[in-house]
C-alpha cells in the first residue's frame, strides 16, 4: 500500500472512531513524531538528524537564531518539502510525499505564514470560502462555514472588507481562521506575529491559545518572538540544524 493510500486508510478508521465521540472536536489534535530527519539545499545541510516528538493537542514553539532550519522543519511536517532521510509521521501515519500530499494538506494540516497571503481583490469572507472550494462543499456551506470563523476570530462585521481595508492584525485573524477551515487536526504557523506591532501580536496569541482550547488542535509556532514562547506548552530549540537542549 502506497503512504498516500495508508495515510487515506488511517483516516477512515479514525474518522469512524471519532463519530461515536458525542461534543468533541471533529479530530482533535495530532502527535506527531520526527525522526532522525535530514534535509540539504545543494551544499546547505538545514536539517541533521532532527528527532523531536510532539504531543496531540500541544502548543509547541520552535524557536532559533536565523538560518537555523525551523521554517523548513515546519515545511517537512506539513508535506510542502520532503525529507533527504528519516521519517515524520502525522496521528501515526507517515507524512506523503508533497506530490501525493493533496489530501493530506487538504483535511490534516493548516498554515498561517508571516505574510498573510491574502488574496487582495477578496473580501474577508471570500477568502475563507477560496480555502473551502476544493471540498466540493456547495456555496451555501461555505458561506455559513466562513462566517461561523470570522464570528470565531471576532471578525463578523468585516465579512465584506477587502485585505486593503483592514489592520495587520485583522488581516492575520482572517489568515487564522482560513487556515482553519478545513478543521485541521495540525496548525503549523511560520512567525505569525512576525510583521504585526506588539498589541495585534498579542491578539493574534491570545486566538491562537483560545483555538487551541477550544478545538483541540496540536499547534506548532515558529517564532523568534518570546512572547510566542511563553505562551506555548513547550519550547523547542534548533540551532545549526540540530535540536538542543
Do not use: C
Not at 466540493?136 to 468585516?158: C, F, I, K, M
Not at 485541521?184 to 506591532?197: C, H, I, M, N, Q
Not at 491562537?208 to 518572538?225: C, W
Amino acid at each position: 500500500m502506497s503512504v498516500a493510500a495508508s495515510w487515506r486508510s488511517g483516516r477512515r478508521g479514525r474518522r469512524q472512531d471519532r463519530e461515536t465521540q458525542d461534543g468533541a472536536a471533529r479530530d482533535g489534535g495530532a502527535e506527531i513524531a520526527v525522526t532522525e530527519v535530514v534535509k540539504s539545499f545543494g551544499p546547505i545541510q538545514a536539517l541533521r538528524d532532527v528527532s523531536m516528538s510532539v504531543r496531540a493537542s500541544e502548543f509547541l514553539t520552535i524557536n532559533g537564531p536565523s538560518g537555523s532550519g525551523k521554517s523548513t522543519l515546519l515545511n517537512l511536517i506539513g508535506s510542502l518539502e520532503p525529507p533527504d532521510s528519516g521519517s515524520i509521521t502525522v496521528g501515526g501515519v507517515p507524512v506523503p510525499e508533497p506530490r501525493h500530499a493533496v489530501d493530506f494538506r487538504r483535511q490534516m494540516v493548516g498554515f498561517v505564514f508571516q505574510e498573510n497571503l491574502l488574496l487582495p481583490y477578496l473580501t474577508a469572507q471570500a477568502n475563507i470560502e477560496a480555502a473551502l472550494i476544493p471540498t466540493h462543499t456547495s456555496h451555501r456551506e461555505r458561506q455559513e462555514r466562513s462566517r461561523e470563523l470570522l464570528a470565531e476570530v471576532g471578525l463578523v462585521d468585516r465579512a465584506e472588507h477587502l485585505p486593503s481595508e483592514l489592520s495587520g492584525g485583522q488581516r492575520q485573524a482572517v489568515a487564522i481562521a482560513r487556515a482553519l477551515a478545513n478543521n485541521p487536526r495540525v496548525l503549523l504557523a511560520d512567525e505569525p506575529t512576525g510583521s504585526l506591532d506588539s498589541a495585534s501580536a498579542r491578539r493574534a496569541l491570545d486566538l491562537l491559545a483560545s483555538l487551541r482550547d477550544h478545538h483541540g488542535m496540536t499547534v506548532i509556532v515558529v517564532s523568534h518572538d518570546p512572547a510566542v514562547a511563553d505562551r506555548a506548552d513547550r519550547v523547542v530549540h534548533l540551532v545549526d540544524g540540530r535540536v538542543v537542549t
